[in-house]
């Protein structure tokens, strides 16, 4: 559970092992045993840490709900961030934003 919300979270991130683990302060070896749920009782200081750099609570890590909420966003967490990444001009948000006024419109026509 802890580890499942972790990895997702640090995936949504788009950070790597290593750059969770360095940016947390723990050893790669620690964390991944923690995401694949080989170390059942992680200490609080290092979840703590973890937390931080996730930009999360603690209790959402620890939440057996979250690992749900988080695949259900995942799609679109993924969808926004390669937007980010390739929109990079104001011509080209236009193109985004007329195809989904165009989607709108169809399904508001479907609905008729």
Same mark, same amino acid.
């Given at each position: 559970?802890?580890?499942?919300?972790?990895? %997702?979270?640090? =995936?949504?991130?788009?950070?790597?092992?290593?750059?969770? !683990? #360095? =940016? !947390?302060?723990? @050893?790669?070896?620690?964390? @991944?045993?923690?995401?694949?749920?080989? =170390?059942?009782?992680?200490?609080?200081?290092?979840?703590?840490?973890?937390?931080?750099?996730?930009? /999360? #609570?603690? =209790?959402?890590?620890?939440?057996? @709900?979250? @690992?749900?909420?988080?695949? &259900?966003?995942?799609?679109?967490? %993924?969808?926004?961030?390669?937007?980010?990444?390739? /929109?990079?001009? #104001?011509? &080209?948000?236009?193109?985004?934003?007329?195809?989904?006024?165009?989607?709108?419109?169809?399904?508001? %026509?479907?609905?008729?």
């Amino acid at each position: 559970m802890i580890g499942k919300n972790i990895i %997702q979270l640090r =995936k949504q991130k788009g950070l790597t092992l290593s750059e969770l !683990a #360095e =940016k !947390a302060g723990v @050893s790669k070896s620690y964390l @991944s045993n923690i995401e694949r749920n080989l =170390k059942h009782n992680p200490s609080i200081h290092v979840m703590e840490k973890i937390s931080f750099v996730l930009g /999360v #609570e603690l =209790k959402f890590l620890l939440d057996e @709900s979250s @690992s749900d909420r988080l695949s &259900e966003n995942y799609k679109f967490n %993924q969808f926004w961030n390669e937007l980010k990444e390739n /929109v990079t001009t #104001e011509d &080209e948000l236009r193109e985004y934003q007329l195809v989904l006024e165009f989607m709108k419109w169809r399904r508001k %026509q479907k609905e008729l």
